[in-house]
């Protein structure tokens, strides 16, 4: 079962931003770093943001994260066809002394 | 670069075990300060970690699978495995390996996952 609580959907016209919240708790998301997920249809999990805001080399600038206590966000500016996908926030709990994941988010690009 | 994948049957009978294989090319499972992990997502549903290995055989499980999970590593070969008993149709998910720092979540290519439902 996921940890992190993600609305189950987002959409957005070309161009629009969409934004995706993702909520935890003390022992996760209020203890350590968020990372962000994009999941296309049939493939693996592609690390999109890691430590709340920093992109690996080759994701573009149009996605960024950010943290708030318990919470964090993605953000997508710019929608592009190809950002159709699900969209998972993930961090280190500490309690559970383990990854949790969030229940994803479905980005559609109207 | 690391390259990770699963194998392993596709179809469980309920009560029995689910097993899986992660072969790891592109590095040593040996050679790193990386655990090994088994992330599952059921469908519809958010992902889920299973477990995690590191290369001694020290492992880590989630405590809603603990009873039923065990994990192991064949370094000789460059893989690790999952073994996951008492299945029910809960059970059915897409298996991922992944591998991870410990007190980090994955963070570099994760296996293009396997499909393993539970049915008799």
């Known amino acids: 079962q996921s940890v992190l609580t993600q609305p189950p959907s987002a959409s957005g016209t070309p161009g629009q931003r969409v934004t995706i919240s993702c909520s935890g708790s003390?022992?996760?998301?209020?203890?350590?770093?968020v990372y962000w997920y994009q999941r296309l249809p049939g493939t693996a999990p592609k690390l999109l943001i890691y430590?709340?805001?920093q992109r690996p080399s080759g994701v573009p600038d149009r996605f960024s994260g950010s943290t708030s206590g318990t919470s964090a966000s993605l953000a997508l500016s710019g929608l592009r066809s190809e950002d159709e996908a699900d969209y998972y926030c993930?961090?280190?709990?500490?309690?559970?002394?383990?990854?949790?994941f969030g229940t994803g988010t479905k980005v559609t690009v109207l | 670069q690391l390259l990770l994948q699963e194998s392993g049957p596709g179809l469980v009978k309920p009560s029995e075990t689910l097993s899986l294989t992660c072969s790891v090319s592109?590095?040593?499972?040996?050679?790193?300060?990386?655990?090994w992990a088994w992330i599952r997502q059921p469908p519809g549903m958010g992902l889920e970690w299973i477990g995690s290995?590191?290369?001694?055989?020290?492992?880590y499980y989630n405590p809603s699978l603990k009873s039923r999970v065990t994990i192991s590593v064949d370094t000789s070969k460059n893989q690790f495995s999952l073994n996951l008993n008492s299945v029910t149709a809960a059970d059915t998910a897409v298996y991922f390996c992944?591998?991870?720092?410990?007190?980090?979540?994955?963070?570099?290519?994760w296996g293009q996952g396997t499909l393993v439902t539970v049915s008799s």
């Open positions: 290995i590191f290369y001694s055989g020290n492992t």
């Open positions: 993930a961090a280190w709990d500490a309690s559970l002394s383990g990854p949790v």
């Open positions: 003390s022992s996760n998301i209020g203890n350590d770093y």
């Open positions: 592109g590095g040593s499972i040996s050679r790193s300060r990386y655990y």
């Open positions: 992944a591998n991870h720092y410990y007190g980090s979540v994955p963070e570099g290519p």
């Open positions: 430590r709340n805001n």
